[in-house]
Each structure stands twice: as structure tokens, then as C-alpha cells.
């Protein structure tokens, strides 16, 4: 079905998403990594809109963007589906999966790089939508029931990001007390094999944003 490649950054929260995809799916690929401070020719050809990875190239044609690109795989390679089969089920994947990327992520994000008053209401956020996520997920085993589907990859190096700005930024998120179901989850999840060696490590991230703060 033609060659598979991924470009992207091993430190990457949405990159992992793609690898753990296409090791779910026992599909072969070569792995690019890309440095973001110096955008390769590469990427620039393969995603010159958007310029971001993670990129996946299959058979030379480009797709851009984690989302778009796990349910291109889910279509692609139909053993060991990621998304229900149920349209009401998939639909609610898919509105959870950008919600996690458009609140989840984003909140967090705002309030590792913001003070005061617009930090608070950004924690505020953040705080809500990872309640909902742990309610999302209270009885189940993975979020796409006994086995893990794609609302797994999409949530599953949340958890570490959220335990990194804490260690690196001081902001708490990740409460052990406050989400005890996503907290059972990620446990579950991070010890699977093909989870465990693609997701980026707390320390991983550490040592480059110190790395990078340095540099500054």
C-alpha cells in the first residue's frame, strides 16, 4: 500500500499519537525526526501550509494534522479499528478527541505561559475539562471500553505534559485526589508496551525546556 513515513519530534504530544496508531495497527514506517527550531526542506514540502508536524507521508502523499491523520489510518487499515463502529459512538470520539485538543490542551497551555487574572481563568478551564475527562472515563478500562481506541491515543501523553509543567512550571493540574479515574487510566495506559516506548518521558521534556530556557 506504499511506503509509510512520520515526521515529527519525539517530545511531541501529538506525534506519539500517530506511532502508537500505526504500532496498534502492526503497520511498518520510517521515522523522521524533525528539529523544530530549524524546519527541514522536508516538512516545508510536505505540510508547507501549516508547517507543523506531525506530517505522515504514505505512498508520497502528505496528511497533516493528529486528528485527521488517526482516523486516515483508521480508514486505511482496517484491523484493529481505533474509532466505533457505532455512529453515535464514533461521533462522540471524535467531538471528545477535539475537545481535548481545543480545551484540554490549550487551557493548560495558556496557563504555563500566562500570569495573574488570565492565568487563573485559564486554570480554571483546565481544571473543569479534565473533571469531565475523568467522569468520561470513571467505570471503564480505556476510554474506548476493554480495548484502547482512539480517544486513548488522543488523551494517552496528556497525563505526562500535565505532570511536566507542574515539576517545570509549578502549575498543578494533574491531582491525583481530584481525577482518580484518569489517574487509574493513565497508569493502565503508559505500561502498555508499544505506549511505554513512544511516550515522551517528564524528564525528556525537562531537560529540554531547561535546555531551551537557557539558550534564551
Not at 497533516?64 to 486505511?76: C, G, K, N, P, V
Not at 491531582?175 to 513512544?198: G, N, V
Amino acid at each position: 500500500m506504499g511506503d509509510v513515513k512520520v515526521i515529527g519530534a519525539s517530545l511531541s504530544l501529538f506525534c506519539c499519537r500517530i506511532e502508537w496508531a500505526l504500532k496498534h495497527k502492526g503497520i511498518a514506517y520510517e521515522y523522521i525526526e524533525e528539529d523544530l527550531r530549524n524546519k527541514s526542506p522536508l516538512l516545508l514540502q510536505y505540510n508547507p501550509v501549516h508547517k507543523k508536524i506531525p506530517v505522515l507521508v504514505h505512498g508520497e502523499k502528505p496528511i497533516a494534522e493528529s486528528l485527521i491523520i488517526l482516523e486516515y489510518i483508521d480508514e486505511t487499515w482496517t484491523e484493529n479499528p481505533m474509532l466505533p463502529e457505532d455512529p453515535f459512538e464514533k461521533a462522540m470520539a471524535r467531538f471528545w478527541a477535539k475537545y481535548v485538543d481545543e480545551k484540554c490542551v490549550i487551557s493548560a497551555w495558556t496557563a504555563s505561559r500566562t500570569k495573574g487574572h488570565e492565568q487563573e481563568k485559564a486554570l480554571e478551564s483546565a481544571q473543569e475539562s479534565l473533571q469531565l475527562l475523568n467522569k468520561l472515563i470513571e467505570g471503564k478500562k480505556f476510554f474506548g471500553g476493554e480495548t484502547m481506541g482512539f480517544l486513548d491515543f488522543v488523551v494517552g501523553s496528556l497525563p505526562n505534559w500535565l505532570k511536566f509543567l507542574e515539576e517545570f512550571q509549578g502549575i498543578k493540574l494533574f491531582d491525583t485526589k481530584e481525577l482518580p479515574f484518569l489517574h487509574e487510566w493513565a497508569q493502565r495506559f503508559t505500561e502498555i508496551p508499544i505506549i511505554k516506548e513512544s511516550i515522551p518521558k517528564i524528564e525528556d521534556l525537562l531537560n529540554y525546556s531547561r535546555a531551551q530556557h537557557k539558550a534564551k
